[in-house]
């Protein structure tokens, strides 16, 4: 501020600046000034979130005996003084709350609201999360964030986030995960055998972008990799010299967000009309000065690939498309030539660039790429931009749930098992195949990832367990596989499966206790001992479910959302339970205490 100030011809431009900015700031941060909390540390943002719990406690306490309606407003009101953004609901929800005709399951979102508004872990996570965002915001308003000062993110923030990341890191250390068989270790061991880990989710994206592209040469389709940017005023400063853009709105990387998905949404909404569907991926990526832009790699039939991109210049122009240099950085093609270079080939270099810099020595602006890199992840998960997304074709979850189990030997099942093994061979073209195709809608995909919500309920018709085969595949994990292996499937399961008791589908089917699954446990090979285990299950489920036993439906901490869980895989009506381990959490501490916590409600 005192260089812009010393850069200004006249002393009073200078105060005007100065007053200028200070306004900005203010309302950035909130309409009064004692609500700032830019500064603060995270001690203090545990008792501020202490003292606002507090005080809606003390909202709901007054307003005993009167209206729902007034106390919901009294919330909204609290948080909005605060800049704080309420959970939100539907506006059904809102109107019937103004008639006073809620339902059951209306009420339970409304008290939700309240119930948030009264838990200070709610408040610590958006005061926290407010905080990143008006530091980050008001780095950019000072021209702090460009290649010059600090690129893709503020300094500022990628020190604070990068403390968050350490604190979770102790967090996963810290905490013991043990199923019923005996198999412990700590979250921040198993967590690098996942998707989590950077080597692991470049390896997926890139079987999934290379089996996208070995199913469009099969198909004789073309690939297309575009460029979509934001119009000048969105962007803060210039690339070459850092210095500031004069045509900037004070929009935030969010609002860019906003205007690429808004862009986008209705490019697809038109070739929707004119029955285009390419698929492929796309590559969320900042500018120097923490813009977003998109890199699309797209397929898509020889003959509608003009028609495709006119309707993207067409759309990406269609906001100030008339100002210098829009036509020729708003929207960029490149025509893939197979004969010069692979389609995945194209894009593997943005994949890694924002993963974690692997292979590649410099970035665009000639810094580091290592270090971009993180900075990229620091500016990704301060605005919540997601940075690679799928269009098109078919499911990965269901892909991941497959490669968990062995070889299904039941000739029955030869078509899940077909599926299976495209997935364990990480063949993603011959996987889209089975599954239907990259135009086939999810629902009609050939198989299907299984939630179920978590509860203990008395059956409603035990007879349709005999109609449903349920494959019991806890034990079939591959004991041929590495530890490696092993060990994702132990993580998905911490995070996922803790401490279950039994469990309800989502179409209501009941599922038999474990108890009396034993003949169906296991890699199956059915046979005539197929029919005893289902009447055995029956036996079980009579005194499993019965009423002294029924429990209700667990819900979150809140009260207003059931606990659903992914299971495994159904497929005309084919249900095989993958995840079935129950898990406990404990510190080391503890564990060392041989004392075990009961399970933690943040990691469901």
Known sequence: MMRTYLQLPTRSEANLSVLHTRKRIAELMGKDKHFYNVNIEERDINAKAKQHAHRCIQITAQAEGKELLTTFNTLMHYMACYSINPPKLSQTIINNLKLDTLDNIELAKVLGVFARAKDEVWWKRKLRRQQNLQIETISRLL?????????????????????????????????????EHGFSASLAELSKLNVSNPAIRKAELMVRIRGFEDYAKEAGFCALFLTMTTPSKYHRSFARTGDENPNWNGATPLDAQDYLNRTFARIRAELARKQITPFGFRVAEPHHDGTPHWHLLLFVPTEQQQTLVDTFSHYCLEEDGDEQGAKERRFKVEYIDPAKGSATGYIMKYIYKNIDGEGIEYDNYSKDAETSAMRIKVWASCWGIRQFQQIGGVGVTAWRELRRIDQIKDPSLDWIEAIRQA?????????????GGVTCKRAEQTIHPLYKHKSQQIAASIQELSQTLILDCGNSLKNSRNNADNSVNQLQDAFRNMQESSWESQDHLPEMPEK?????TGVLELDSGFASGIDAGI??????????????????????AALTQLKGI??????IITRVHTWTLATKSQVQKNAFCSHLEFCQ
Request: net charge negative.
């Open 516 to 520: 009396a699954s034993g003949t169906i």
């Open 539 to 560: 036996a079980g489920l009579n005194s499993e479910f019965a009423p002294e036993n029924y429990q209700p439906l667990k819900t979150n901490r809140y009260g207003d």
């Open 570 to 575: 159904v497929s005309f009506g084919v249900e």
């Open 423 to 435: 997935a364990d061979s990480s063949n993603w073209n011959l996987y889209t195949h089975l599954m």
């Open 143 to 179: 021209n702090l964030v460009n290649k010059q000062r600090g690129i893709y993110a503020s300094h500022i923030t990628v020190s604070n986030i990068k403390s968050q990341w350490q604190s979770n890191q102790q967090l996963l250390e810290n905490t013991i995960a043990t199923n």
